[in-house]
Structure formats: C-alpha cells, structure tokens
C-alpha cells in the first residue's frame, strides 16, 4: 500500500520557528516532525510515501532524505503554487492510483490504530475512511457528522453547546484518511481543491460511502506556537525530564531553565531564568535575562521580514526576536 505525507504547508501560526523552514521539517526533540508521520506508516508496513512540497521545499528534503533513516522509500513531488489538499491529491495521482492509499498531515504525531481502520474501510466498502477522534475539550477542528457509521457532513467549529444529541462530544478529523482509486473520479483536475468540500461532500451528495472510524489514542497536532511548546513539554514529561537540549546546546550551571525546548547552538548563560520557553538555532540568552512564555529566535531570522498574516506579533530584544505566548 502506498501513502502520502501532505507536507506543502507555510505553518504561518508557527511563525517566526518557521522562518527559515517549512512547518512538517520543525525539530519536535531532536527528530522533524515529517518523520514522526514517516515511522507511523513504516509501523504498517507502509514503505512507499510520497511527499509533496511547496513552502521552503528543501527544508523537508532535508530533514526526511530519502527516508531510509525512518523505514520508508520517498519520492518527492513539488508545487509551484500550492494546490490545497485535494489539489496535492491530484499533482500526485500518477504516483497513487492503482489501489487504495493512505494519505496523512504532515503536522501529526500519533499512535492511532491504522490497521484497526483498515479494516473498516474494507468491511465498509468505502470510497474513503476517515479517522476520527471525540472532541471533549471542543477545540477548534470542524465538526464531522455521522450516522450509522458514515459520514454524513462536516460542520462548523464546536462551540458551548457542542455535545452530540447522545451526550457524547463532537467528532473532529484527524487529518489520516484511506482512500481508494476511484477518489480521483472526484477530484478536479489542475486546479486549487480542498478534499472536505471539493471531494468528499460531493461524493457523499453522489450516494459515495465515506466511512466514520471512530478510534481512540496519542494525537497530536502541532499547527501554533502555544500546541509546539505544550506537546513537546508533555512528550518530554513522558522522558521523566522536563528540558530538551539540541546539538551544541550549553546551559550554564547557574542557569535556572526548566519546562523548555532548546534548539541548536543555543547558550543559556549564568544566572539565566527560562520558563515555558522556546528557544531557536543559535539563540542566546545572556546572564540575568528571563524569558518566560515565549518562543525566541535570533533577530537577523526575521530582519527585514514581513510576518504573516496569521503569526503573533513578535519584538526585538537585543539579538534576539521574542514572541510571547501570552496574546
């Protein structure tokens, strides 16, 4: 079986970590995250993955290689102007077709049982099977609608009154989807799509089985700022640690830093105090500064640069751009 990592994002609420790289190829402790996505197919025997590029495409070349380092073979496909997800699809549908896939977001790590999913697209017979997950903290993921195991609509984001008429939270989508061949009979061709509303809400529309697997697990989606920091400091709880330290990364003796993710060639110097921090390539934090909440880059990263529309705003400090992750 063949898979696709979507990789083409610009992770603009990233930013400035994404500066100088593309959102699947950020460091999460040491390993891209693009590769978390690669070693859970190559879990299930899934070796042949393509990947598809736009934004700071050599990043994600970089980080991955051709995949052996994660137990898998990649082939790599670029677009020039970004496509969407359905549009990814089809750039990329001589390299899929000629039998079912899975296609998963390159921004996840999870432990989600793939093989338990499988299964129920076969059992199914479904055009795509959807992962879906319960939504008790209603975070802000589109509804997914169901009834007797299919789905039936995508909604909005959940709001107060959110809880299904069972009592039970909202769905939301996991960003891992099985697909068959006959996916591409809906997909438009050379054209911008999303697969949500370009592909699956017409194929629903058209009588199309678009199975609900309902599943439980380690999801993790790292699409902010504030989601990197918090899910690379509960990672890092499951290590019984609380600070990770990239290659080269010094941390004086009389630095206080604690619940804090270090790049590389970061120096935390003496008498420092990091607190709920993220600090990039090459930062450093010089004795007696404190840097609590925010994430931190070297300034000569964003001099010059526009940030994006849907980044934090950031302000200089010395050598260095702090964004505070209290907005």
């Not at 989600?112 to 999913?117: E, G, P, S």
């Not at 008790?136 to 997914?144: A, D, G, Q, T, Y």
């Not at 609608?145 to 069972?166: C, I, Q």
């Amino acid at each position: 079986m063949k898979a696709m990592i979507l990789a083409a994002g610009y992770g603009e609420r990233l930013w400035p970590l994404t500066a100088d790289r593309t959102k699947p190829a950020l460091p999460v402790l040491g390993k891209p995250l693009v590769g978390f996505v690669a070693e859970y197919l190559a879990k299930y025997g899934i070796e042949d993955i393509v990947v598809n590029l736009h934004h700071q495409p050599e990043s994600v070349r970089a980080a991955l290689g051709g995949g052996s380092q994660f137990g898998v073979k990649l082939q790599y496909i670029h677009e020039p102007v970004i496509l969407g997800t359905g549009g990814a699809l089809d750039n990329a549908r001589d390299l899929l077709e000629g039998g079912p896939f899975v296609v998963v977001n390159g921004k996840l790590i999870t432990d989600l049982d793939l093989r338990a999913a499988l299964e129920t697209h076969r059992q199914r017979k479904a055009l795509a099977t959807l992962l879906l997950l319960r939504n008790p903290e209603l975070e802000r993921f589109s509804i997914v609608e169901t009834r007797d195991g299919l789905v039936t609509n995508f909604g909005g984001m959940p709001g107060l009154l959110s809880p299904e008429p069972d009592g039970e939270p909202p769905l939301m989508f996991t960003g891992i989807h099985i697909l068959e061949s006959r996916i591409f009979e809906y997909i438009p061709r050379g054209v911008f799509s999303h697969t949500i509303t370009d592909v699956y809400l017409p194929a629903i529309a058209k009588g199309e089985r678009i199975a609900a697997h309902v599943t439980a697990g380690m999801w993790y989606e790292l699409s902010t700022l504030k989601r990197y920091l918090d899910i690379s400091l509960a990672l890092l709880r499951q290590q019984g640690t609380d600070v990770h330290s990239g290659r080269n990364a010094s941390i004086d003796n009389e630095a206080d830093v604690h619940d804090a993710v270090l790049w590389d060639d970061v120096i935390v110097e003496k008498g420092a105090r990091i607190r709920r921090a993220v600090l990039g390539d090459g930062v450093r934090i010089r004795a007696g500064e404190r840097v609590e909440d925010a994430v931190v880059v070297r300034a000569e990263l964003v001099s010059g640069v526009t940030p994006p529309v849907k980044a934090l705003k950031g302000k200089i400090q010395g050598d260095n751009f702090v964004v505070s992750l209290s907005q």
